[in-house]
């Protein structure tokens, strides 16, 4: 489950940071909105995916805080890439014994 997270939000973040950087600026400089609509589905189901396993992985390996925290960082370019850090340094982890 962790990895799966990491692995969704590394792509979630790139995915954000093509769109805003990449595809934005030629849809408002060039007048060429095909890559916004391309980026912006493939962000859009990336965000779905990482908060659902978010939500998944609260109570079984994560506090709530960490769905909450996740989902602000999801929303926050390059967010995922600094909660991933805090994800996997422990700081959401359960209690041992809650598990």
């Known amino acids: 489950m962790k990895h799966w997270v990491t692995?969704?939000?590394?792509l979630e973040g790139f995915s954000f940071l093509?769109?805003?950087?990449?595809?934005?600026?030629?849809?408002y400089i060039s007048g060429e909105p095909?890559?916004?609509?391309?980026f912006g589905s493939i962000h859009?189901?990336?965000?779905?995916?990482?908060?659902?396993?978010?939500?998944?992985g609260v109570g079984k390996h994560?506090?709530?805080t960490a769905l909450i925290h996740g989902f602000i960082a999801a929303v926050v370019p390059a967010g995922p890439?600094?909660?991933?850090g805090m994800l996997s340094g422990g700081e959401y982890?359960?209690?041992?014994?809650e598990a």
């Open 7 to 10: 692995f969704v939000g590394y």
């Open 18 to 27: 093509i769109l805003m950087f990449y595809a934005m600026p030629l849809k």
């Open 34 to 38: 095909e890559m916004v609509s391309l």
């Open 44 to 56: 859009g189901g990336l965000f779905v995916a990482y908060v659902g396993l978010l939500l998944m």
């Open 62 to 64: 994560w506090t709530s």
């Open 81 to 84: 890439f600094l909660f991933e």
């Open 93 to 97: 982890d359960l209690p041992a014994g």
